[in-house]
């Protein structure tokens, strides 16, 4: 059995997906709750931090589906709070990025998050073609995809007048470089798919 999941390189259940990927083992988890209790969006999330590692010891496909299905994965900030008071060292943000991405490609992204969704693509191409941020990019790009056309406009020409916002964007010298990664993040996904 383990011979087959080796041939196929398709690990056995989600936790062991994220741990091969990210290096962060759910199994660590003691359900300790000192990421839920410090997390600045726990209070939003439908299911806490904690309860996102839990519902991966559990394992079963009908729990992993809950977790790749909540909005929680999807309000994570990415600010680490957790990870710096886990006694386990536990890696959540790692954890929850790649819960999003395979939410994505499971077509299982929570309706509720679709904005953060919009954003989330926008971003992730204004950094894969400009190898930076480039604000003017990304909120076009956003407001495309989101439909908000009119979202935050007031706020243009005062970002515009304090010198936040350039019409055209800074390029970096390692675009190639970049979109390697990409390349390469890509393929790796399809070869676990
Ligand atoms: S990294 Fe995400 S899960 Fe962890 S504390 Fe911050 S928002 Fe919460
Ligand atoms: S702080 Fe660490 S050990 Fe405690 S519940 Fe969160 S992830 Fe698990």
């Given at each position: 059995m383990s011979h087959a999941v080796h041939e196929s390189h398709q690990p056995a259940s989600l936790a062991d997906r994220v741990l091969e990927s990210t290096g962060e083992s759910a199994a660590q988890c003691y359900q300790c709750g000192k990421c839920s209790a410090g997390c600045p969006l726990a209070e939003e999330m439908d299911y806490s931090p904690s309860q996102i590692l839990h519902l991966l010891q559990l394992g079963t496909k009908e729990m992993e589906e809950r977790a790749l299905r909540s909005e929680a994965i999807w309000l994570?900030?990415?600010?680490e709070t957790c990870h710096s008071r886990c006694p386990k060292e536990v890696d959540l943000a790692k954890v929850m990025e790649y819960l999003r991405s395979e939410s994505m490609a499971r077509g299982?992204?929570?309706?509720?998050a679709k904005d953060i969704l919009a954003f989330h693509k926008s971003f992730l191409d204004c950094i894969k073609y400009?190898?930076?941020?480039y604000e003017v990019g990304l909120i076009s790009d956003y407001k495309t995809r989101s439909?908000?056309?009119?979202?935050?406009?007031?706020a243009v020409p005062r970002l515009l007048k304090r010198g936040?916002?350039?019409?055209?964007p800074h390029l970096i010298a390692g675009r190639a470089a970049m979109s390697r990664i990409f390349h390469l993040t890509s393929q790796r996904k399809d070869n676990h798919e």
């Open positions: 994570c900030l990415t600010c299982m992204v929570n309706p509720k400009t190898g930076r941020l439909w908000h056309f009119l979202q935050d406009l007031t936040k916002m350039k019409f055209l």
